[in-house]
């Protein structure tokens, strides 16, 4: 088909279609929706089982020189030359003004000074454009297009994956740690965006669909679409890049003044620290929350939010139907005066005013497997 | 003698004398995927030809069921409402989503056939 022709393909291509799974476009790549499954039962069985996730369209990159950590602090809040070795963090790109560029992972591996970066498919071409030029010649960018990536969540994913890789259950959540499977040379971190236990598995192309095929035969595994990843991560109240933040919104109105190290709080010195600051201080004037809908109907992207007199307040920027709750969930962006827990809203779909609370997030308890 | 028609948006309708009974096709559900979700019209509403008479929502998106013929709803299927699954189980069976009384029924003689429905979702 002519739409599809520009569209690329991740290493698990094959698989996936060999797998039936229904492919879309996305990012950029041709991606699997859904395999035969459906994504309820995917969905579900991530939460109780594992889910094998390719992810292998998300950007992967190495930042190497003498401090690539003090280069990448100058575009980030996160503590980034506090992390030890073999640990992991969540960090936010930002831009001048101190809005959200992306958010991506960032690691740092035993007996290395690289850090490893892991960011989101829709923007790595222009994240990698963007850090590239700011590193002033503190360090240098490595994008790795040639490293597929995938992502065992679950309760099993411990179990299973132990069975390739003995040893792995020692590492704990936000831990990393380069290991072999039969010869092949696979970097494990255990995190994820299911809100479940799990790893994801960054390796070289040519190594994935077998590493894949030998997950997929222990019978705990199924293979998960996107469709599911998008309900597991919306169930587990964490953002959507592009749809939940964007260059339009800050940390502090994005909920995520979490990923902002401490020792960068005191030092002030990141992408629009005082801007940034004065806004954890004084509050901001909208910010994101999580929603249920009192009823059955789920509210999708873009509904609008009104008080219980109607005026708008607000916007849904993520919203479904949550499998593992049953129910319809959705996240989106209020105004303060609305957004304690418990406030009472409504959403505006098919031009109903359909009740809904705020509530805390994550709906679904989060499941990780800290270091004891 | 009940006769099934299908109309190019992926609704069935089975006339039995004047009512229709209005679902998804099973190639519907299919590109659905697990429907979690339906809300139908109420009795007694008047629905014009290809005019928005209930919602089915799956984990990722939300569908309009149009109204093939014109009519008044004498029915909903209820069960629907409790148990959405029906729809993928048995589209064109139990998961029936309303019942009209057709006001017209060359409308419904204008629609595809079985064989031309089956033709026109070959070519999709």
């Given amino acids: 088909m002519a739409q599809t022709a520009d569209l690329k393909q991740t290493p698990l291509y094959a698989l996936h279609c060999a797998l039936q799974g229904k492919m879309v476009p996305f990012a950029g790549y041709e991606m699997p929706v859904q395999y035969p499954a459906g994504i309820l039962r995917e969905h579900l069985h991530t939460r109780e089982k594992a889910g094998l996730f390719d992810v292998s369209h998300m950007g992967q990159a190495f930042l190497r020189g003498d401090d690539p950590a003090a280069a990448l602090e100058k575009l980030t809040p996160a503590d980034v030359r506090g992390l030890k070795e073999r640990q992991q963090r969540y960090a936010l790109l930002l831009s001048d003004q101190g809005t959200i560029k992306d958010d991506f992972m960032v690691a740092r591996l035993a007996g290395e000074t690289a850090l490893f970066l892991v960011v989101n498919a829709a923007t790595k071409f222009s994240d990698f454009a963007y850090i590239a030029e700011r590193l002033n010649g503190l360090a240098t960018l490595e994008p790795q297009p040639d490293r597929a990536l995938l992502a065992l969540q679950g309760p099993k994913a411990e179990a299973v994956l132990s069975r390739l890789i003995p040893g792995v259950a020692q590492l704990g959540f936000m831990q990393i740690a380069g290991f072999d499977i039969a010869g092949a040379d696979v970097v494990v971190s255990r995190s994820g965006y299911t809100g479940e236990d799990g790893f994801e598995i960054s390796l070289a192309a040519k190594d994935a669909e077998g590493i894949a095929q030998r997950l997929l035969a222990d019978p705990q595994v199924l293979p998960v679409g996107l469709g599911a990843r998008d309900s597991l991560r919306l169930e587990a109240g964490l953002c959507l890049y592009g749809h939940d933040m964007d260059e339009k919104v800050d940390p502090i109105s994005a909920n995520l003044a979490w990923s902002i190290g401490k020792r960068r709080k005191i030092d002030k010195d990141f992408p629009a620290a005082p801007t940034i600051m004065e806004k954890l201080f004084n509050g901001t004037p909208t910010k994101r929350i999580g929603i249920r809908p009192d009823g059955k109907a789920p509210a999708r992207e873009g509904a609008a939010i009104t008080d219980r007199s109607g005026r708008v307040v607000g916007q849904i920027t993520s919203g479904g139907f949550g499998p593992s709750l049953n129910a319809p969930i959705a996240m989106g962006y209020v105004e303060s005066a609305h957004a304690a827990d418990g406030a009472e809203i409504n959403l505006i779909v098919r031009d109903k005013a359909l009740p809904a609370h705020v509530v805390p997030m994550p709906f679904v308890p989060h499941r990780y497997k800290r270091s004891r | ?124």
């Fill in chain 2, 1 to 124: 003698m009940s006769e099934v028609r299908f109309t190019d948006q992926h609704e069935w309708v089975r006339l039995d004398d004047d009512v229709a009974t209005i679902g998804i096709t099973r190639y519907a559900t299919e590109q659905l995927g697990d429907v979690v979700f339906v809300e139908l019209p109420d009795n007694g509403r008047k629905v014009g030809q290809g005019a928005e008479a209930a919602v089915v929502e799956s984990v990722k998106a939300a569908s309009e069921v149009y109204a093939p013929v014109a009519g008044e709803v004498t029915e909903a299927n209820a069960a629907l409402v409790s148990d959405p699954a029906k729809v993928n189980a048995d589209p064109e069976g139990e998961g029936w989503f309303f019942k009209l009384k057709i006001a017209d029924r060359n409308e419904f003689a204008k629609l595809m056939t079985d064989a031309q429905y089956k033709e026109y979702v070959k070519g999709l």
